[in-house]
């Protein structure tokens, strides 16, 4: 994840210019869903990952990875998922499609659009987050991580922030 530049503030002819330590080397990867269920608080359920650069590290997530986001996802909302998700390759793997037909009595899917970012709000989310780290002069990787698990718990207890990332795709949840 790659935040934004963001805008700061310098004296007048003069450019400001932050001093940071350390290799620029790793990742930070995240996963995500946001919830809706009618007469229920919307909620964020969320996996971060970190990526070193070791041998035989992942970079990101893989489709095991999502299966086992979904399966907690279940556990935590009670009840059947109505999926809806982009066309991101990991969506479209023999695996994931094999995990997706074998619990079809609790996984109804449907995907968005080949590129459709307006209609995500899983997106608006991603932009909350990147918007907070911004101006981050990280020292390390793990203060990476540690300010976007902070911005994420942040949006999990603001459930109006993830009906407004909804909101925005004018997009309408009918119970």
Same mark, same amino acid.
């Given at each position: 994840?790659?935040?934004? @530049?963001? $805008?700061?503030w #310098? *004296? &007048?002819?003069r450019?400001?210019v =932050?001093?940071? @330590?350390? $290799?620029?080397? #790793? *990742? &930070?990867?995240?996963?995500?869903? =946001? ?7 919307? *909620? ?18 893989g ?31 023999a ?27 899983q ?32 949006i ?6 993830v ?6 795709t ?6």
């Amino acid at each position: 994840m790659t935040p934004p @530049r963001a $805008r700061t503030w #310098g *004296r &007048v002819g003069r450019t400001p210019v =932050v001093r940071v @330590r350390g $290799r620029g080397s #790793g *990742r &930070v990867s995240m996963a995500g869903m =946001v919830c809706y269920k009618p007469g229920q608080c919307s *909620r964020l359920i969320y996996a971060v990952r970190e990526y070193h650069g070791r041998k035989n590290e992942p970079k990101g997530f893989g489709w095991k990875d999502l299966r086992n986001l979904l399966v907690r996802a279940r556990l935590q909302l009670g009840g059947p998922i109505v999926l809806v998700w982009d066309n991101a390759r990991l969506h479209l793997t023999a695996g994931m499609r094999e995990f997706i037909a074998a619990n079809a009595h609790w996984l109804t899917v449907f995907q968005l659009p080949a590129y459709a970012p307006d209609i995500n709000p899983q997106e608006g989310i991603w932009s909350l987050v990147k918007r907070e780290i911004g101006n981050l002069a990280a020292a390390d990787l793990a203060q990476i991580t540690g300010a976007v698990k902070r911005r994420l718990k942040q949006i999990q207890y603001r459930p109006d922030l993830v009906d407004a990332c909804l909101a925005a795709t004018e997009l309408i949840a009918d119970g």
